[in-house]
């Protein structure tokens, strides 16, 4: 019998890293289902390259970097000092992650690198403003991955309404081909053409 709910294989820092998140009162921790999702999406992803756009405390970090391979790296970019602090804690073995603390908007307008194989935009930057540039990052046949598309408790009053707008901008996209999944969060996965 399928049962979703039991896990195989959680990144070592799992455990401890919703400790902290408790410790710290940090609300907004991604879904450990999203979590096994994005390990999945990375391992399919050989030497691959990866972009985080949210860091937080580090949680949906240890699924994708679980999943990667030895010749793939990750970029992660937050604005907040405090959690890219503790993240550096939980990963500072880790020689495939490099950690950004900057606006992400800013940072996704400057960036010159390669493009990314998966993008994970689970923050402001990259997902309600500057998904053109964002989308520009990614190669084709990469994957562009977003939560939190279902109304969370957590959600300011007007939030509900810019999530409405972003999945129909979403859809109405050439460029991309999508699923919208009524599932965990409620996530959009999208592939670029």
């Known amino acids: 019998m399928m049962d979703q709910s039991l896990i195989i294989e959680r990144p070592k820092q799992y455990q401890n890293l919703l400790e902290k ?5 940090f609300t907004m921790p991604s879904d450990i289902y999203i979590g096994t999702l994005l390990k999945t999406l990375a ?8 972009l ?3 860091t937080g405390i580090g949680l949906s970090l240890a699924w994708m970097i679980q999943g990667m391979d030895e010749d793939s ?7 907040d000092s405090e959690l890219i602090e503790v993240a550096q804690l939980f990963f500072e073995d880790e020689d495939r992650l490099e950690l950004i603390c900057t606006d992400g908007g800013k940072w996704l307008k400057e960036y010159q690198g390669e493009s990314f194989d998966l993008i994970f935009a689970d923050a402001w930057p990259g997902k309600y403003s500057h998904l053109d540039t964002a989308l520009a990052l990614l190669k084709k046949g990469g994957y562009y991955v977003i939560d939190d598309m279902k109304k969370q408790s957590n959600w300011p009053e007007d939030h509900e309404e810019k999530a409405n707008e972003l999945i129909k901008t979403i859809e109405k996209r ?4 999508i699923t919208k999944m009524d599932w965990s ?4 996965v999208a592939v670029k053409k």
């Open 21 to 25: 998140s408790k410790e710290m009162g």
């Open 43 to 50: 391992a399919s992803k050989p030497a691959g390259n990866f």
């Open 52 to 54: 985080e756009l949210g």
């Open 73 to 79: 790296r990750i970029l992660s970019v937050d604005n």
């Open 174 to 177: 050439k460029d991309i081909t």
């Open 185 to 188: 969060t409620g996530l959009i």
